[in-house]
């Protein structure tokens, strides 16, 4: 996984910041509208949660094995949302879908594969999280 690539490209698309979190939500819920219920009507709190979190795992993203702490609680409290596993891969493809969009020319096969690589890692951890005793 090139960590580099993958921390600058999100520099790039986090400073958009809320365009491309909206970017994102509309992408979900209109490829997935199923799943629009299981948010507040007033997304404004949960797109600034989610340019905060997926901000501070790619910060981090080197040390994330060696403490996983942060990424387990969200897998804990998404599953108390009642977030399954097959909710990942569909949230999963809008943010490879909102990267692409905001990154356009920059966005290549190998950047690609290495968010896949790294949603993927966060994905494990979060849907372990109910198996690790806190």
Not at 7 to 20: D, H, I, R, T
Request: aromatic content about 10%; glycine content about 8%.
């Amino acid at each position: 996984m090139n960590i580099e690539a993958l921390q600058s490209s999100w520099q790039q698309v986090g400073a958009v910041g809320p365009e491309a979190v909206e970017y994102f939500y509309d992408h979900l819920f209109a490829a997935h509208p199923e799943v629009r219920d299981m948010f507040a009507e007033d997304m404004t709190v949960q797109r600034e949660r989610f340019l905060s979190g997926l901000g501070r795992i790619v910060t981090n993203v080197q040390t994330l094995a060696n403490d996983p702490s942060f990424v387990q609680q969200l897998g804990r409290h998404h599953a108390q949302l009642g977030v399954v596993a097959a909710h990942y891969p569909v949230a999963g493809a809008s943010l490879l879908a909102t990267l692409e969009h905001f990154l356009g020319a920059q966005w290549t096969e190998e950047l690609a594969g290495t968010w896949a690589a790294a949603y993927g890692a966060v994905v494990e951890i979060m849907l372990s999280a109910d198996e690790v005793k806190v």
